[in-house]
Nanobody
């Protein structure tokens, strides 16, 4: 059974940092790009960052570029999101996802084939 499990969320003050992790099991995703999305209350799920199979970042959303860093460890089947200089606007549930078969634009959540359950990040002002 394919499973993606996020961890590392929590509450932090503005300007602080968090590191999210996404652990994959039940299937090896070493050949596939992996992505982070987030969904704030009342808003649509949005693309944040992606990393290709080699660990090279594919892209970042403009709102997080320069503050967030995506990475992966294929040996551990894991992906990470280092979030620095957090802002209240970053408050959301953060999801990891894998695009294994779909070839549509990876910035569209509908193009993802596997999702985790999400981890909540709350940034207080």
């Amino acid at each position: 059974q394919v499973q993606l499990v996020e961890s590392g969320g929590g509450t932090v003050q503005a300007g602080g940092s968090l590191r999210l992790s996404c652990a994959a099991s039940g299937h090896t995703f070493i050949r596939y790009p992996m992505f982070w999305f987030r969904q704030a209350p009342g808003r649509e799920r949005e693309f944040i960052a992606g990393v290709d199979w080699s660990g090279t970042p594919k892209n970042y959303a403009g709102s997080v570029k320069g503050r967030f860093t995506v990475s992966r460890d294929n040996g551990d089947d894991a992906m990470y999101l280092q979030m620095n200089s957090l802002e209240p606007e970053d408050t959301a549930v953060y999801y990891c996802a894998v695009q294994a078969y779909n070839t549509a634009d990876y910035r569209d959540p509908k193009s993802m084939d596997y999702w985790g359950e999400g981890t909540l990040v709350t940034v207080s002002s």
